[in-house]
């Protein structure tokens, strides 16, 4: 069966997470943190997670995981047929990923856990983002689902990546980047009201209550 190694509260593993269980795939999860240690590097080659093991093989990085698992489990698939529509979905994964979760990602050391980023990161994230996001609005379908009418794999990243992206601009700066944006926070609480992202919330609120413990013994 195929396992899904990583923590439930990183972004990255419930993108590969919410594919699985929207389509109905049996899988595993075991908890691995991601590390620089020897014994985790064996498993996933830069020490992030996601990774997946399947018949002998590991498999690292959420989107070559995510294709791989279209093409081994094609039914209920969520890349569209045909080609453009298909690209274009990556197109959105991308700007997701690229423009706006990596560039907002530089803030999580102050805005989750309790560490500082200077003011000249703040101001480059600051401008970074608002090139991310006008891309961002510019692609975006929320008809209902970010690239159109059907569920698809850029709904399994923008279901994790976009809420990160108003918490930690409220946190940082005191607005939420998206304010006025409302389509996604209605897209937001539609997408949590899934039970794939029922069941992601309940265990990303545990695995972040651990993490919170094991911060307080150190
Ligand atoms: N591009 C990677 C990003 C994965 C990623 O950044 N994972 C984070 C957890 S959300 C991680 O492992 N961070 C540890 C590190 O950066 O060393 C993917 O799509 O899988």
Not at 191 to 196: E, I, T
Request: aromatic share 10%; charged share 30%; with cysteine.
């Amino acid at each position: 069966m195929l396992k899904l190694c990583g923590f439930a509260a990183s972004n990255y593993y419930n993108k590969v997470k919410m594919q699985l269980m929207e389509k109905g795939v049996p899988f595993a999860e075991e908890l691995v943190w991601a590390s620089q240690k020897d014994e985790v590097l064996a498993r996933t080659p830069i020490g992030k997670v996601p990774f997946i093991e399947v018949d002998g093989w590991q498999l690292a990085e959420s989107q070559p995981i995510g294709e791989y698992i279209e093409e081994a489990y094609p039914e209920k698939p969520l890349l569209p047929r045909d080609p453009m529509a298909r690209a274009k979905v990556r197109e959105l994964i991308e700007f997701i990923e690229l423009h706006l979760e990596l560039v907002v990602r530089r803030l999580y050391r102050e805005a989750f856990f309790g560490g500082t980023v200077s003011d000249e990161t703040k101001k480059e994230v600051e401008r970074d983002l608002a090139k991310g996001i006008r891309a961002f609005r510019a692609l975006a379908k929320f008809a209902p689902f970010v690239a159109g009418a059907e569920l698809t794999l850029a709904d399994c990243a923008a279901a994790q990546h976009l809420p990160l992206v108003s918490m930690a601009t409220k946190r940082i700066y005191g607005r939420d980047f998206f304010e006025d944006f409302p389509q996604v926070a209605a897209y937001v609480k539609a997408m949590n009201a899934r039970p794939s992202m029922q069941k992601i919330v309940e265990d990303r609120k545990a695995n972040a209550k651990l993490m919170a413990e094991m911060a307080a013994k150190k």
